[in-house]
């Protein structure tokens, strides 16, 4: 949007990055969750944005914090920015899960439709307005990434520390009762630098207010269904929030805030040590004098998992936890304290809890997500999302080559042999020498990509956001032919000598002729594009092809084998959700599911056994070695597995990081990385016989 981008440069201009300027008063509205998808929801959108020019003052400007379009499609955002245009007001738009899990497109692409980047910053009378962008490719849940992490520690050391600000974002964050995305400790840094008037934030469809670190977080209701929208009214001192419904004569709830809340100092976790004569941690804390802690309810939450309450000792201005609740590994703990008022103070602290079984090797930052498989051989390839390929040597962590590609890796890269196929969003398809990361050729294909390929027989497989999937040459990334579905890819194609097996968000799966191209058969699977066949790749069992999709209802099929001839369903199984990649063991079919199971069904699709992680396991697939498998959680808990009994061996914390990415595996050592960026090693050996 023209309009939008030339008022930020005007602005910028005009105030500039230096000088501080006193908050003139304007009006201004929020918006979240508008989920434009059919006339229902277009209609609840106008009927918002209507209701907004009646108001005296009319609001100068609107913030819309994400889930813009239900399925971030290009109709559906092109339609959500036409009806925003139309209205006649200045718009910031920020994605959210439902504008990027979906979707087939670049993160570049959808910025175009929406006609500016993500994230952004600029000065309005005074105050500072930062839009953080949490819409995570690919996946249900929110992530600020760490390069948007480093590109706010730079734009809030260009702006007059006494300048207020106001911060957008779709997901949460800091939130008192659940886990929308990981806390961040340079995000908790970075806001208790500056002052912060207030987070405007949606996703949970629902007005919610709370206080962390005397900052104000306010979570919308949302526009489609509930035609629920807010308006921001900013004085010298002070905001004054109102919720209002469409067609309302007044507020549904008000809210009045100061400019410059007055801060509570922090306390600080100097360390976490062991205690002495009992079994625990005790986590030793530096308190403000200025606070009265022991008035506050104190709750701790372990490794992103549900808060509890715990004891605060005044003497020893310590808490203490029972050692039993964590694990050997890089721990997260995040300590909070509840005052009467209703302010929290909140702070996080990583500490490493040393196993004489399970041993850090090496870690590195790469201050980049990685959702993309880790392969081993000789090296460790790990795929960046920002294009960039790196060769670690598996005992060290030293790197040994990089290399650059156009376009984001979001889960497109491959290992075979002495070669690694990488494709991005940007439509290339690279190939390198395993070696030296050398790029031996490029191919182009026209939509982004999103799926690793696949190789077979000296053939590479790749599918795009635009729903084609391409046959090219593995020795020279010549095209042999094209074949399209009715929506985007995401699973990684399956090859035989024979067929192409692929699931797409079309809700159909696919078997295609790998001579010719052409569609030997297709089932359908659901009627709902959130139940289609096109998160889990397909893999080959006991002569069966078999994918799995999520189940509309508890009991329903999610696990499909069918005949590779004619698609004929020979067994189901039911789950009420999956996200994993499957993968096979002997006479095994090895599965997760969104709900934490990890499964092992035999190949008549009988249940031989299954293990609850109390975890998500969300698109990392296990690295098996010999009869073991390491599996991650996305709360970033590794699991080592007996395949014969279906009994844990181990447990390892990587971190506070949610993982995407599958590990991988060797003798001794298994290698994991979550979306902070993080890689790591950790040796392992069989512990002792009890």
Request: proline letters at 5%; charged letters at 20%; aromatic letters at 12%.
């Given at each position: 949007?023209?309009?939008?981008?030339?008022?930020?440069?005007?602005?910028?201009?005009?105030?500039?990055?230096?000088?501080?300027?006193?908050?003139?008063?304007?009006?201004?509205?929020?918006?979240?969750?508008?989920?434009?998808?059919?006339?229902?929801?277009c209609?609840d959108?106008?009927?918002?944005?209507?209701?907004?020019?009646?108001?005296?003052?009319?609001?100068?400007?609107?913030?819309?914090?994400?889930?813009?379009?239900?399925?971030?499609t290009?109709?559906?955002?092109?339609?959500?920015?036409?009806i925003?245009?139309?209205?006649?007001?200045?718009?910031?738009?920020?994605l959210?899960?439902?504008?990027?899990?979906?979707?087939?497109?670049?993160?570049?692409?959808?910025?175009?439709?929406?006609?500016?980047?993500?994230?952004?910053?600029?000065?309005?009378?005074?105050?500072?307005?930062?839009?953080l962008?949490?819409?995570?490719?690919?996946?249900?849940?929110?992530?600020?990434?760490?390069?948007?992490?480093?590109w706010?520690?730079?734009?809030l050391?260009?702006?007059?520390?006494?300048?207020?600000?106001?911060?957008?974002?779709?997901?949460?964050?800091?939130?008192?009762?659940?886990?929308?995305?990981?806390?961040?400790?340079?995000?908790?840094?970075?806001?208790?630098?500056?002052?912060?008037?207030?987070?405007?934030?949606?996703?949970?469809?629902?007005?919610?207010?709370?206080?962390?670190?005397?900052?104000?977080?306010?979570?919308?209701?949302?526009?489609?269904?509930?035609?629920?929208?807010?308006?921001?009214?900013?004085?010298?001192?002070?905001?004054?929030?109102?919720?209002?419904?469409?067609?309302?004569n007044?507020?549904?709830?008000?809210?009045?805030?100061?400019?410059?809340?007055?801060?509570?100092?922090p306390?600080?976790v100097?360390?976490?040590?062991?205690?002495?004569?009992?079994?625990?941690?005790?986590f030793?804390?530096?308190?403000?004098?200025d606070?009265?802690f022991?008035s506050?309810?104190?709750?701790?939450?372990?490794?992103?998992r549900?808060?509890?309450?715990?004891?605060?000792?005044a003497?020893?201005?310590?808490?203490?936890?029972?050692?039993?609740c964590?694990?050997?590994?890089?721990?997260?703990?995040t300590?909070?304290?509840?005052?009467?008022?209703?302010?929290?103070?909140?702070?996080q602290h990583?500490?490493?809890?040393?196993?004489?079984?399970l041993?850090?090797?090496?870690?590195?930052?790469?201050h980049?997500?990685?959702?993309?498989s880790?392969?081993?051989?000789?090296?460790?390839?790990?795929?960046?999302?920002?294009?960039?390929i790196?060769?670690?040597?598996?005992?060290?962590?030293?790197?040994?080559?990089?290399?650059?590609?156009q376009?984001?890796?979001?889960?497109?890269?491959?290992?075979?042999?002495?070669?690694?196929?990488?494709?991005?969003?940007?439509?290339?398809?690279a190939?390198?020498?395993?070696?030296?990361?050398?790029?031996?050729?490029?191919?182009?294909?026209?939509g982004?990509?999103?799926?690793?390929?696949?190789?077979?027989?000296?053939?590479?497989?790749?599918?795009?956001?635009?729903g084609?999937?391409?046959?090219?040459?593995?020795?020279?990334?010549?095209?042999?032919w094209?074949?399209?579905?009715?929506?985007h890819?995401?699973?990684?194609?399956?090859?035989?000598?024979?067929?192409?097996?692929?699931?797409?968000?079309?809700?159909?799966?696919?078997?295609?002729?790998v001579?010719?191209?052409?569609?030997?058969?297709?089932?359908?699977?659901?009627?709902?594009?959130?139940?289609?066949?096109?998160?889990?790749y397909?893999?080959?069992?006991?002569?069966?092809?078999?994918?799995?999709?999520?189940?509309?209802?508890?009991?329903?099929?999610?696990?499909?084998?069918?005949?590779?001839?004619?698609?004929?369903?020979?067994?189901?199984?039911?789950?009420?959700?999956?996200?994993?990649?499957?993968?096979?063991?002997?006479?095994?079919?090895?599965?997760?599911?969104?709900?934490?199971?990890f499964?092992?069904?035999d190949?008549?699709?009988?249940?031989?056994?299954?293990?609850?992680?109390?975890?998500?396991?969300?698109?990392?697939?296990?690295?098996?070695?010999?009869?073991?498998?390491?599996?991650c959680?996305?709360?970033?808990?590794?699991?080592?597995?007996?395949?014969?009994?279906?009994?844990?061996?181990?447990?390892?914390?990587m971190?506070?990081g949610?993982?995407f990415?599958?590990p991988?595996?060797?003798?001794?050592?298994?290698?994991?990385?979550?979306?902070?960026?993080?890689?790591m090693?950790v040796?392992?050996?069989?512990?002792?016989a009890?």
């Amino acid at each position: 949007m023209h309009k939008q981008l030339l008022t930020i440069t005007v602005l910028l201009l005009a105030i500039g990055h230096s000088e501080s300027q006193a908050v003139e008063p304007f009006v201004f509205a929020h918006l979240t969750d508008t989920h434009v998808a059919d006339s229902a929801s277009c209609a609840d959108l106008r009927l918002v944005l209507a209701d907004l020019h009646r108001h005296k003052p009319a609001p100068e400007f609107i913030v819309v914090t994400g889930d813009l379009s239900d399925f971030g499609t290009v109709a559906t955002l092109t339609r959500y920015h036409e009806i925003m245009t139309k209205s006649g007001f200045v718009f910031y738009s920020l994605l959210g899960n439902h504008d990027t899990r979906w979707s087939g497109m670049s993160r570049a692409a959808q910025e175009t439709l929406l006609g500016a980047a993500q994230p952004f910053s600029f000065v309005y009378k005074g105050v500072q307005f930062i839009g953080l962008n949490s819409g995570l490719p690919l996946e249900a849940y929110g992530h600020i990434d760490p390069q948007q992490v480093e590109w706010l520690e730079r734009e809030l050391d260009l702006v007059p520390e006494d300048r207020p600000r106001i911060f957008c974002c779709h997901h949460p964050l800091f939130f008192p009762d659940r886990n929308y995305q990981p806390e961040y400790r340079s995000l908790m840094t970075a806001f208790e630098s500056v002052p912060v008037s207030l987070f405007l934030c949606g996703h949970g469809h629902s007005l919610q207010s709370w206080t962390t670190n005397s900052i104000r977080y306010r979570m919308g209701a949302a526009t489609v269904r509930q035609q629920s929208y807010q308006l921001i009214h900013v004085a010298d001192e002070q905001i004054r929030i109102d919720a209002w419904i469409a067609g309302h004569n007044k507020p549904q709830q008000s809210e009045v805030i100061p400019l410059l809340p007055k801060r509570i100092s922090p306390f600080v976790v100097d360390s976490v040590r062991l205690a002495s004569s009992t079994d625990g941690l005790h986590f030793v804390l530096t308190l403000p004098g200025d606070v009265d802690f022991g008035s506050a309810t104190w709750r701790l939450r372990r490794n992103q998992r549900d808060w509890v309450n715990v004891f605060f000792d005044a003497n020893s201005s310590s808490i203490r936890d029972t050692l039993s609740c964590w694990l050997p590994g890089f721990n997260s703990a995040t300590l909070r304290a509840d005052f009467p008022d209703g302010n929290g103070n909140q702070q996080q602290h990583e500490f490493l809890l040393q196993s004489p079984d399970l041993k850090p090797l090496w870690q590195i930052d790469l201050h980049d997500r990685v959702q993309a498989s880790l392969f081993h051989k000789d090296a460790l390839i790990v795929a960046c999302a920002e294009g960039k390929i790196i060769a670690l040597q598996p005992e060290s962590g030293e790197v040994i080559w990089s290399q650059k590609v156009q376009g984001e890796i979001r889960k497109g890269m491959t290992c075979v042999g002495d070669r690694c196929y990488v494709a991005t969003t940007s439509g290339t398809v690279a190939c390198l020498s395993r070696a030296d990361g050398l790029v031996l050729w490029r191919s182009t294909v026209e939509g982004s990509v999103n799926a690793p390929p696949d190789y077979k027989s000296g053939f590479l497989y790749v599918a795009d956001g635009g729903g084609k999937i391409y046959k090219l040459d593995g020795t020279t990334g010549v095209q042999e032919w094209v074949f399209q579905t009715g929506d985007h890819i995401q699973a990684k194609p399956y090859a035989t000598d024979s067929a192409l097996f692929v699931g797409s968000w079309d809700r159909y799966f696919y078997a295609i002729d790998v001579n010719t191209g052409s569609q030997i058969w297709r089932r359908f699977v659901n009627e709902s594009k959130y139940f289609a066949p096109a998160t889990a790749y397909p893999i080959g069992f006991n002569g069966l092809i078999v994918f799995v999709a999520a189940a509309p209802s508890e009991g329903a099929a999610s696990v499909y084998a069918c005949d590779p001839a004619d698609g004929a369903v020979n067994w189901t199984y039911p789950l009420s959700a999956h996200y994993c990649p499957p993968k096979v063991w002997r006479d095994r079919l090895l599965f997760g599911a969104v709900s934490g199971i990890f499964y092992a069904l035999d190949d008549e699709g009988e249940l031989l056994w299954q293990i609850d992680t109390g975890e998500p396991l969300f698109d990392a697939a296990p690295a098996i070695v010999g009869d073991q498998a390491f599996l991650c959680t996305l709360f970033g808990t590794v699991w080592r597995i007996d395949l014969l009994s279906g009994h844990a061996v181990q447990r390892w914390q990587m971190g506070d990081g949610f993982i995407f990415a599958s590990p991988d595996a060797g003798a001794q050592i298994f290698w994991a990385a979550d979306l902070n960026g993080r890689v790591m090693a950790v040796s392992w050996a069989e512990p002792p016989a009890e």
